[in-house]
């Protein structure tokens, strides 16, 4: 089929109607849509956190736990954020270690991260460290695990605990 070409900006006082639209990429930003456009969660992405919290009063403990259990389509591991919340263990040989995992029916539990967010005495109390994601890529049926490990005898250990993991998703 033949095209027609415009080279000039064009106005349409009425009702612009098409067998099919075609818009070119990035020409349709978050001001276009309109505010109760009603657009369906399924062609959305969704993002979110999920983590883990220990009290502020409590010693950091070992702890795995499971986060989430992916539901939508393909998403992404977008960051892995932790902080000593309480007090700042006061041995030198006190470590707390944060690692989140990956693993699904078909896979173990492997870490996604390069190295795990780490704390010492060396560390400042609620000062936020980010990990480095090194296989951000989520799949339907992935399950995401953190992971706290804790070691060291002397002195006294960290208390509270605050992790954050930013997720992004597709709907189905």
């Not at 006082?13 to 969660?41: H, Y």
């Not at 896979?107 to 991260?113: I, Q």
């Amino acid at each position: 089929m033949a095209q027609d070409l415009i080279n000039n900006d064009l106005h349409i006082n009425g009702t612009l109607s098409c067998k099919s639209f075609n818009p070119p990429p990035g020409s349709i930003g978050d001001t276009a849509v309109k505010a109760a456009a009603g657009i369906a969660a399924t062609k959305l992405e969704h993002q979110f956190d999920a983590g883990l919290a220990q009290p502020p009063g409590s010693d950091v403990v070992a702890e795995t736990r499971d986060i989430r259990i992916i539901h939508g389509g393909t998403g992404e591991v977008v960051a892995v954020k932790a902080a000593i919340t309480g007090a700042i263990a006061t041995g030198a040989d006190r470590t707390v270690s944060i690692d989140l995992q990956k693993g699904n029916v078909a896979t173990a539990f492997t870490s996604v991260l390069t190295g795990p967010i780490q704390f010492t005495n060396a560390d400042t109390l609620r000062a936020v460290k980010q990990a480095t994601v090194a296989s951000p890529d989520v799949v339907i049926g992935d399950i995401l695990r953190l992971v706290v490990t804790v070691a060291g005898v002397a002195g006294n250990q960290a208390k509270g605990l605050a992790v954050s993991v930013t997720l992004r998703e597709d709907a189905l």
